[in-house]
């Protein structure tokens, strides 16, 4: 019986488990869930199978009464099989089976009846006797009244050999002889005995080996439910987090399940990216040092050579003319000048990295400043033989707010570029206020040698160098342009350039106009 209760489990998970990956239970559900869930199938499931496996089991057990004719269907047939009740009242019964094939006049002697009563050694058993649809005799007068209506009719009787009627509502097993008083009379002798419904072993055996395998089930089905929704999921992360910790990124995990799990793959994807963004930004950040040393190197290293070239030509005597002496004199001084100029982008270039970059912002009269500005750089260009045109079509109150010291920081590395990439004989520098409404708009343009189409996008990148050989006459940091679109941006405008190859070169930034609050 037992094996029945195990397929019936078995069919259970299985059908369980066929379900489709898509429609799992447990992909949606919180941890709080997944315990209400734990809980109730601990509860629940055992108790469910265990009065299915009852109902099996009575079932089996009251269609295998032997010798017994079920009158009405009643669980009360699984008690002790009903032959363990009824030893003396089969003898009794075989006595008078006996004697009612040998001589059946003995069977209407009420002293032979009452001898054969004693025999059954019971109160609950009793003899009665029917003639025609009268009590001819009763053991127990009351209870015969109960039960003679139910009696099977004379004839009716003819069961196999040793079996009897089984009367469930009153606990009844009743055995029938028929035979025939003297007088011709039909007449039936009932054996009549009370079956007490005691727990069969059969039953406890087959529900105690159900309920074990109730359970194992139920453990492993909870089992691998929390194995694979809780456990694997875990272990899965664990191996991520190591591949993190070795520094591999690009172990994904994936997932479309919701609740804690989902959110945990869905936060560890989210950090995977931003560590594996982390770390290419600072491979990038280590490379742009490297080649920003690099640069620096070479470009401190060639006017210390050429300082070091002069001071060796004054202190051999080469520079035996007073000309001469001031030749060697100027360049020296010029290649420190170079050098001073180095240094000060690398600082720049630190502080823009640490984002600590001293401002100090003011209203500064845009038409003032900038006529302030031309003015300086004005006597420097025209000492390198180049022109420079300036137009301002502002109001001459216009106000912006700025870092005077920034912002000529600005000016100057855009006119240092151009000159430093000026190619014709007579250079032309131009530089234009123009007014965009809320914003001032500032050009500053050259007639050098340009910039290639597919270099113009990446020259405000940090580092990049359009000049591949790096000569010591055009060659700079790369970091010059970078400097100037950070501080013009952190100024609140931003910062293009247009350009064509042997043409020139146009650098435009745009700053947004101070405007006082004036009440109504």
């Known amino acids: 019986m037992a094996i029945i209760v195990l397929k019936a ?61 079920i ?14 009740f009824t030893g003396h009242a089969d003898n009794v019964y075989q006595q008078l089976a006996s004697q009612a094939e040998k001589d059946m006049s003995l069977l209407e002697d009420r002293g032979y009846l009452d001898q054969m009563g004693r025999l059954l050694h019971s109160r609950s058993a009793y003899l009665l006797v029917r003639k025609n649809d009268q009590i001819y005799y009763a053991g127990n007068q009351e209870a015969a009244q109960q039960i003679f209506p139910l ?56 529900m105690l080996i159900a309920i074990v395998l109730i359970l194992i089930f139920t453990s492993l089905m909870l089992t691998q439910w929390i194995h694979k929704e809780v456990f ?37 994807e989210d950090m995977r990216l931003r560590l594996k963004e982390n770390a290419e930004e600072n491979a990038e950040q280590e490379k742009k040092n490297k080649e920003l040393v690099s640069n620096i190197s070479h470009d401190l290293k060639t006017p210390i050579t050429a300082i070091k070239g002069y001071v060796e030509g004054i202190m051999d005597g080469v520079a035996d003319t007073p000309e001469k002496m001031d030749k060697y004199i100027k360049t020296i001084y010029n290649k420190a000048n170079d050098m001073d100029r180095l240094i000060n982008e690398l600082t720049t270039y630190s502080g823009i990295d640490s984002h600590r970059i001293p401002y100090n912002f003011h209203r500064i009269n845009v038409s003032d400043y900038f006529g302030d500005c031309v003015e300086e750089v004005g006597l420097d260009l025209e000492s390198k033989n180049i022109q420079l045109n300036y137009t301002n079509l502002l109001d001459q109150d216009t106000l912006v707010i700025a870092d005077p010291e920034q912002m000529k920081k600005v000016i100057n590395n855009i006119i240092s570029n151009s000159v430093k990439y000026m190619d014709k004989q007579q250079g032309i520098i131009d530089i234009r206020i123009l007014d965009e409404l809320d914003s001032v708009r500032v050009e500053i343009e050259d007639n050098g040698k340009g910039i290639a189409q597919k270099d113009l996008g990446r020259i405000f990148e940090r580092f990049f160098r359009t000049d591949a050989s790096r000569n010591s006459l055009q060659g700079g940091s790369g970091i010059g342009l970078s400097i100037v679109k950070k501080i013009i941006e952190d100024h609140g405008g931003y910062i293009w350039a247009t350009s064509r190859e042997g043409e020139g070169t146009c650098m435009h930034f745009v700053i947004r106009k101070y405007k006082e609050l004036q009440n109504e």
């Open 9 to 69: 489990v078995y069919a259970v998970q299985q059908g369980m488990g066929n379900w489709p990956a898509r429609v799992r239970l447990g992909d949606f559900m919180k941890f709080k869930t997944r315990l209400k869930v734990t809980f109730a199938t601990i509860v629940f499931l055992p108790l469910l199978l265990t009065a299915l496996a009852f109902c099996v089991i009575g079932v089996y057990l009251m269609n295998a009464q032997p010798g017994v004719s």
């Open 71 to 84: 009158q009405n269907l009643d669980f009360a047939l699984i008690s002790e099989s009903v032959g363990n």
């Open 151 to 206: 009696l099977p009719g004379y004839g009716e009787g003819d069961l196999e050999e040793g079996t009897g009627y089984y009367f469930s509502e009153m606990d009844k097993y009743v055995k029938q002889i028929d035979f025939r008083f003297r007088d011709g009379s039909e007449g039936s002798v009932f054996v009549v005995m009370k079956i007490n419904s005691l727990i069969s072993r059969r039953l406890l055996i087959d």
């Open 232 to 268: 694997r999921p875990i272990n899965e992360l664990n191996v991520a987090m190591t591949k993190i910790k070795e520094g591999n990124f690009e172990y994904i995990l994936q997932t479309k399940s919701g609740g804690e799990i989902g959110d945990l793959y869905r936060n560890y």
